[in-house]
């Protein structure tokens, strides 16, 4: 069985002077990423490793989670950024299978629409949010549309 964390970016500026890319996030961010890894900390939710798109909002984010979480440091895919749904799938079918239970920190509406793929569960991911997918899958590679099971969802917005 193979579980899935599924992590929105926190709360990043929208100011004008930052390429996309390099939006960092707002206090207001940081603070919704520490509570939100607080949070899954408390319910046991901790993936084996944490993969990231490499934007600073999303790297960022998967650093406060990974320290709180205590995690080695965090990988970067560069697919992350911008991917659709199939993008997305193509990630997650390209995850290193000597891990069980991975978590990926990402941007909407890409991210949304792996969950709902996943899961056939319609959910808006707002920031900071986190979704756990439980799959009967042995295998990343053989993971495909509707194989999840939503487990836990939450966020800052509760």
Not at 125 to 147: F, H, K
Request: include cysteine; proline fraction near 5%.
């Amino acid at each position: 069985m193979k579980k899935l964390l599924l992590i929105r970016h926190a709360k990043a500026t929208h100011e004008s002077s930052y390429v996309d890319f390099e939006r960092p996030l707002k206090q207001s961010g940081k603070d919704d990423a520490e509570l939100m890894a607080s949070v899954i900390k408390g319910q046991s939710i901790i993936p084996q490793i944490i993969i990231s798109s490499p934007a600073l909002r999303t790297l960022t984010t998967a650093k406060i989670f990974a320290k709180h979480l205590q995690l080695p440091k965090v990988d970067t895919d560069k697919k992350i950024y911008e991917a659709g749904e199939q993008g997305w799938i193509k990630v997650i079918n390209d995850l290193p299978n000597k891990y069980d239970f991975i978590g990926i920190v990402g941007h909407n509406p890409g991210i949304s629409q792996a969950l709902y793929y996943l899961t056939g569960q319609i959910r808006d991911m707002p920031t900071c949010a986190v979704a756990l997918i439980t799959l009967d899958n042995e295998d990343w590679q053989s993971i495909s549309e509707e194989d999840g099971h939503l487990s836990f969802f939450d966020s800052p917005k509760g």
